[in-house]
């Protein structure tokens, strides 16, 4: 289940994302890239989302090699997530969060038609495989 502060600011990052920047034309998926990285204020450990625009779509390629040609990058505006609370987690776990976040922003996000209206939307982590979480109707 989603904890909804969470999510709510999840979202608040996603719309500025999405009603702030022109997606290209050119746009035909999008994907949702996941890092480990630290954090520089305390060191502990933490895990980023960043989001990118692709002129390329393969829901067979489970390697994800359509999410290397991007268009557009939200760059260094990533939304981070610290899960100390839950002590050493695995990539999977890190994994379901942030799609679980993704999902609930899919049904309800404000600006959620703009993700939608791509050919699919994957989510991984950027050394890894990619899950399809979202492809349209043909």
């Known amino acids: 289940m989603v904890n909804t502060e969470?999510?709510?600011?999840?979202?608040?990052?996603?719309?500025?994302l999405l009603e702030n920047n022109k997606m290209p034309e050119d746009t035909m998926a999008y994907n949702f890239n996941l890092y480990e990285d630290r954090s520089e204020e305390t060191g502990e450990k933490m895990y980023c989302i960043q989001l990118i625009a692709s002129d390329r779509f393969d829901p067979d390629d489970k390697e994800g090699d359509w999410a290397c040609y991007e268009v557009w990058s939200s760059e260094e505006d990533l939304f981070s997530l610290n899960f100390s609370d839950e002590g050493e987690v695995g990539y999977e776990r890190v994994e379901e969060a942030f799609t679980e976040l993704c999902a609930e922003y899919l049904e309800k996000g404000r600006s959620s038609g703009v993700?939608?209206?791509?050919?699919?939307?994957?989510?991984?982590?950027?050394?890894?495989?990619?899950?399809?979480?979202?492809?349209?109707?043909?």
Do not use: C, M, N, P
Request: proline share 0%.
């Open 6 to 16: 969470v999510y709510e600011h999840f979202a608040a990052w996603l719309d500025a």
């Open 115 to 138: 993700l939608r209206s791509a050919k699919g939307i994957g989510i991984g982590f950027v050394d890894g495989d990619i899950d399809i979480i979202y492809k349209a109707e043909q």
